[in-house]
Nanobody, 124 residues
């Protein structure tokens, strides 16, 4: 399985970006696709995930209400729409695929296939 992110860039605070994650290979129903981010000097943190079985969605508290995850099954692509961006959202954003664990869907521990990351920079 390979995952490729795209759509990162520089945006002003309050602006929007949409990231894409295109997946090659099998996506079985027991999997989840998640978005994660890592700022300099910080650990990688989960921000959103979507179940491959029923497209149920999960969000971290820091992005709830601002970010939206969605999926195009035919294109094997998962999107992360980011609205009302803040300078604190600046990070490298990664998508990943792994075991779907409902109680902790955005925990990086469950994910074993990762993309290379895309930089998002939010200026104040």
């Amino acid at each position: 399985v390979q995952l490729v992110e795209s759509g990162g860039g520089l945006v002003q605070a309050g602006g929007s970006l949409t990231l894409s994650c295109t997946i090659s290979g099998l996506i079985s129903d027991d999997k989840a696709i998640g978005w994660f981010r890592q700022a300099p000097g910080e650990e990688r943190a989960g921000i959103s995930a979507i179940s491959a079985r029923d497209s149920s969605t999960y969000y971290g508290d820091s992005v709830k209400g601002r970010f939206t995850i969605s999926r195009d099954k035919a294109k094997k692509t998962v999107y992360l729409r980011m609205d009302n961006l803040e300078p604190e959202d600046t990070a490298v954003y990664y998508c990943a695929m792994g075991e779907f664990v409902k109680a902790s869907a955005i925990l990086p521990l469950w994910y074993d296939s990762w993309g290379q990351g895309t930089q998002v920079t939010v200026s104040s």
